[in-house]
Nanobody, 122 residues
Framework: QVQLVESGGGLVQPGGSLRLSCVASGFTLNDYAIGWFRQAPGKEREGVSCIGSSDSDTYYLDSVKGRFTISRDNAKNTAYLQMNSLKPEDTAVYYC???????????????WGQGTQVTVSS
């Protein structure tokens, strides 16, 4: 059974940090591009960061550049999103996704996780 499970969300104060994890099962994550997305209540889903299967192509939403870092640990079949200097506008449900090969267009990922809530508030 193919599955992606996000974890690591929670409540954090502005300026704080969180590391989100995305554990893959049923497939080998190192063959896949990874995307992190987020959706706030009443807002459209937006891409936060993605990385190709080769780790050579990366993308970061402009508002998170310099603050967020995407990575993977192939031995653990896990992807990560390190989030530093968090702002209230980062509050959203964060989803990880995987697509075979390189970064796909838009939201055309093969697999999606269930999401994890990130709340940035004082």
């Amino acid at each position: 059974q193919v599955q992606l499970v996000e974890s690591g969300g929670g409540l954090v104060q502005p300026g704080g940090s969180l590391r989100l994890s995305c554990v893959a099962s049923g497939f080998t994550l190192n063959d896949y591009a990874i995307g992190w997305f987020r959706q706030a209540p009443g807002k459209e889903r937006e891409g936060v960061s993605c990385i190709g299967s080769s780790d050579s192509d990366t993308y970061y939403l402009d508002s998170v550049k310099g603050r967020f870092t995407i990575s993977r640990d192939n031995a653990k079949n896990t992807a990560y999103l390190q989030m530093n200097s968090l702002k209230p506008e980062d509050t959203a449900v964060y989803y990880c996704a995987a697509s075979l090969g390189e970064i796909p267009i838009g939201y055309q990922y093969d697999y999606w996780g269930q999401g994890t809530q990130v709340t940035v508030s004082s």
